[in-house]
């Protein structure tokens, strides 16, 4: 079955405005096995969306609208609609009555204008909206389904799940499709693909596809089955051939990120954890406390930026930044153990590199970070050199520091 | 003049994928006055492009499509584009010739899948690519002007300012738009909205808009004029009056975000900064740090997460915590004072708050933050209660702190 998916409104043609129903709608869609062949996001305008909806109507399966079904001028999904359907629109006295009493309830009368919230297309069933004042509708168009949702996420995402999802997996014959995400911390794209290609490539069900970003490799593993535990035991299948690849490199496999799963680690294990940031400039500790809970864990991180603040907190001998430099892995080394000399903590880790632009040397390029772990009976040392800009190089950094951490916690050989 | 853009190829359509040339298009036009009506992503399927082609060539003054020009079986748009105008595609010679010797520049030979990227619709004048071997078409469609492009930002941007704008503008017949946006750190949505209102709604030409975010409300000013500087002149008209109106409030009006304005007020005034935080957990550092050349003024942050932490680092008593708590205007001024008093700078802010879901008491909900700011002869605090989950009440936080350094250095009154 293909579906496509309409977003309606000129302000979401803002280039700065970010609509974001069609992703959630797609990936919910994807779930019963339904493809999406287009999405289209369309001005308030009763011409072209009056096109849009005859296109979509003429070749997908599945229609889904959001947004324009306000009280205003502007809100023309529903006529719009109605027109590309050739059905008239009609005033439901029941939701008349219903957005009346949801006015009074607010101790407000209704204005006349919101009346045309009420109206329906023509054998089109009403889909009720409990957090908002648009209801939406539901028309089968002569075997295609046809739905029109409120644009804000809050009252269409809840709607979309408990009204019309099932609706669609009924029509869909059941199809159940699951995804997976396995993310990798420690290997770049290719390297992960040379190792499970031979692997996924024998498998048309689940699909396999390969995502780079920071620091971070992803395999995605789609499985299609006539329901969602067949679809995820042939997931299921590959993922652990997959881990038996890639042993102690897959840090998430259930959407958890890095810091999440460090933070888990941590606080699963009783160990305290202390940080010493340079060039990541706290990027590291902001990761590991925006998981809540994590006073289970952090004790403290020292963001020391300058030479007399590594000797100040962390009491790096300044002679040993004179004879190798700030960026260099005995200066990473010192700072990782005063970090957990000072803060008396069970791990502490030490980063210390070269964001760029500027900073650079001869021998010492940007990119180029160094990350130190010190704890009880560990001791570890990381030369890294990350491509790209500044930002790039950061996070990279903190996500290798944060995989550092990982591996020495679960006493995984250092990478 | 109306736009439609198609953005080509089926991985746009995952749900974890973001389509960036879009927007980036939509702003492109916008500064030459033509408006984006209608924003299209369609799967990799002969049929479906072929209508979408269609429709936007029966209605859009111009088209212009991103992706699907490479050399495999899935790059369609070429075939699709050609049909949809009624027009042959033949193979030109000379685009042939360059693309030879681009593999040959790079020692390879040219696979012959590669010579459909030599195909051009009858009528159209390639647009040569710099950055990859797809080059561009430009088809001018009776009086509809059509462009193909490829898909990798990279490729497609440098195309598309050289290429495609100048021939657009040109057909807008010069009318040219500006925007500027104004960014207010201190205020909410409805209190800006409030103050301006009055003012910006008295003028057609520049548009206002409105925009709320964590800790930020921007106001984004469009001016159309016959000529850029027109269009500049009126928005400069409007925007220095919005600036009289709210005193000190806005922070930038250049794009630059908070961090960034002050990064350059403490470079330029040769001032240092430390910071000591508690509940933002780093994420003032990590923002002044990811700004290139904050070394110049940031010394070192004490992410004091426990109370221990904030003793041992910055010597806050702990009956003061203890009286007070570790989220209360005492704990908070002797986090700012002892943050300045150990690393020797000239200005230390410190932040302390409850940014969830734990931790709450009867008398200090979720949200409640408490920021001080110790310097030469300055001396603030401030207690703000932040609504939205944790993420948002940090965030909120961070963006406090920041303003709280603007105002101080700068001598404003605090908010």
């Known amino acids: 079955m293909k579906a496509e998916i309409l977003a309606v409104g000129s302000e979401l043609l803002d280039p700065l405005r970010r609509e974001t129903n069609g992703a959630y709608i797609t990936g919910r869609l994807r779930s019963v096995g339904v493809d999406v062949f287009a999405r289209i996001t369309v001005a308030d305008d009763a011409s072209w969306l009056e096109q849009a909806f005859r296109q979509a109507l003429s070749r997908a399966d599945v229609v889904i609208a959001t947004g324009g079904l306000g009280p205003t001028s502007d809100d023309l999904t529903r006529e719009a609609a109605a027109r590309a359907a050739g059905r008239a629109l009609h005033r439901d006295p029941g939701l008349l009555e219903a ?20 109206d329906l297309i023509e054998g089109a069933v009403s889909l009720p909206n409990a957090r908002g004042s648009a209801p939406g509708q539901y028309l089968d168009q002569g075997g ?3 739905f029109l949702l409120p644009g804000p996420p809050g009252e269409m995402q809840p709607m979309f799940d408990a009204q019309v999802l099932p609706i669609v997996r009924e029509r869909a014959g059941g199809r159940a499709l699951v995804t997976r995400v396995l993310k990798i911390a420690s290997m770049g794209e290719s390297d992960v693909e040379q190792i499970v290609a031979p692997l996924y490539k024998t498998y048309e069900n689940p699909r396999t596809t390969i995502l780079g970003g920071a620091g971070q490799t992803e395999l995605h593993l789609t499985g299609e089955g006539a329901s969602e535990e067949e679809a995820a035991a042939r997931v299921e299948e590959l993922a652990s051939g997959i881990h038996g690849l890639l042993p102690g490199r897959i840090f998430s496999d259930d959407g958890r990120d890095l810091a999440e799963v460090v933070a888990a680690l941590l606080s699963g294990r009783g160990k305290t954890l202390a940080l010493a940031e340079s060039c990541t400039g706290g990027l590291v500790a902001a990761r590991l406390t925006a998981v809540p809970g994590s006073s289970a864990f952090f004790d403290r991180a020292y963001v020391t930026y300058s030479n007399q603040a590594k000797a100040d907190l962390l009491g790096v001998d300044p002679q040993i930044i004179e004879r190798h430099g700030a960026v260099s892995e005995e200066t990473a080394r ?19 590199g070269i964001a760029g632009p500027t900073g650079a ?23 890294a050199q990350f491509p790209g800009e500044r930002d790039r190089v950061r996070a990279q950094a903190a996500q290798a520091a944060l995989e550092m951490i990982r591996r020495a916690v679960l006493g995984l050989a250092p990478v």
């Open 99 to 118: 957005l009346r009493e949801r006015f009074a309830r607010f101790g407000r009368v209704m204005a006349p204008v919101n009346a045309q919230q009420a």
């Open 144 to 146: 295609r389904l046809l």
């Open 334 to 352: 010192a700072m990782a153990e005063g970090a957990r000399r000072a803060a008396g903590t069970d791990l502490a880790v030490a980063i210390t």
């Open 361 to 383: 040397t001869e021998d010492k390029p940007v990119g180029l970070v160094f990350l130190a772990l010190a704890g009880d009976g560990v001791d570890r040392v990381r030369r």
